[in-house]
């Protein structure tokens, strides 16, 4: 197994982190806008409620970016 790369993990890392955030960022407001319709409550997450999802994504990211052969391009 190759030995990762803390840069390019890094990199993979902010990249997938920064997805995560908008995904989820988009996930809240078409809840928001289609919940009236439906007859739901709103939904006002609290800021520590966001963080698995960009986290995930960050860590997947960062594996996948550092696991990549890029010395060969």
């Known amino acids: 197994?190759?030995?990762?790369?803390?840069i390019e993990f890094l990199t993979g890392f902010l990249m997938g982190?920064?997805?995560?955030?908008?995904?989820?960022?988009?996930?809240?407001?078409?809840?928001?806008?289609?919940?009236?319709?439906?007859?739901?409550?709103?939904?006002?997450p609290a800021w520590w409620m966001m963080i698995p999802v960009p986290l995930v994504l960050g860590?997947?990211?960062g594996k996948a970016i550092a696991s990549l052969h890029l010395e060969d391009y």
């Open 1 to 6: 197994m190759k030995k990762l790369n803390p």
């Open 17 to 44: 982190s920064f997805m995560g955030i908008i995904l989820e960022g988009v996930f809240v407001i078409i809840f928001n806008l289609l919940s009236p319709w439906l007859g739901w409550a709103r939904l006002a």
């Open 59 to 61: 860590l997947m990211m």
